[in-house]
């Protein structure tokens, strides 16, 4: 035992005096941002799948017009994959259900990440990079009035009305002949 303790010790030290060292490669995060914008405002998240790092923020509330952000940072290469949708919420309003499908591909250059962002609408396969992920959230149709087969004109009704009335008022308020 006292022998192979003994080598043991020999070898790390020839190996320390050699220069050979064991230690894991860093890099520099990568970073990414995932810009969205919705029409009339809401809520836009981020999901990402099973071993993707997840952003600061997975919701963003946003106004309309406003841009919002999902940052994204990346320390090791690899293909990361993303979902990109709208939450309802309890406004009168027909909400955009796009669903975006986001692939992010980190690479090693010599010892430096870079990555490459592409994503997919819906259905439609995978695309070129995509500037911003855009929701189109719609105010309902207004229901028409419907209509009836009765052109009678409104002014002529009340007119009508208003002479009834007045004949009524004028019958009712004769005095009556009582028989003596």
């Given at each position: 035992?006292?022998?192979?303790?003994?080598?043991?010790?020999?070898?790390?030290?020839?190996?320390?005096?050699?220069?050979?060292?064991?230690?894991?490669?860093?890099y520099e995060p990568v970073k990414v941002e995932?810009?969205?914008?919705?029409?009339?405002?809401?809520?836009?998240?981020?999901?990402?799948?099973?071993?993707?790092?997840?952003?600061?923020?997975?919701?963003?509330?946003?106004?309309?017009?406003?841009?919002?952000?999902?940052?994204?940072?990346?320390?090791?290469?690899?293909?990361?994959?993303?979902?990109?949708?709208?939450?309802?919420?309890?406004?009168?309003?027909?909400?955009?259900?796009?669903?975006?499908?986001?692939?992010?591909?980190?690479?090693?250059?010599?010892?430096?990440?870079?990555?490459?962002?592409?994503?997919?609408?819906?259905?439609?396969?995978?695309?070129?990079?995509?500037?911003?992920l855009m929701f189109v959230n719609t105010e309902?149709?207004?229901?028409?009035?419907?209509?009836?087969?009765?052109?009678?004109?409104?002014?002529?009704?009340?007119?009508?009305?208003?002479?009834?009335?007045?004949?009524?008022?004028i019958l009712s308020g004769r005095p009556e002949?009582?028989?003596?």
């Open positions: 035992m006292k022998k192979t303790l003994i080598f043991c010790i020999i070898v790390i030290i020839a190996a320390g005096l050699s220069g050979f060292s064991v230690h894991a490669h860093y995932i810009e969205t914008e919705i029409t009339l405002g809401g809520l836009v998240t981020i999901i990402p799948d099973t071993d993707c790092p997840v952003p600061p923020k997975t919701e963003l509330n946003l106004k309309s017009g406003e841009i919002g952000v999902f940052s994204l940072g990346f320390t090791k290469a690899g293909v990361y994959s993303y979902t990109v949708k709208t939450l309802p919420d309890n406004r009168n309003l027909k909400f955009d259900t796009t669903v975006y499908r986001v692939k992010i591909y980190v690479t090693d250059e010599d010892g430096t990440l870079s990555a490459v962002m592409i994503v997919a609408r819906g259905s439609e396969k995978y695309g070129a990079d995509s500037s911003r309902p149709e207004s229901s028409p009035v419907p209509k009836t087969k009765d052109n009678t004109d409104i002014k002529t009704f009340f007119s009508l009305a208003m002479l009834v009335s007045a004949g009524l008022l002949k009582k028989n003596v």
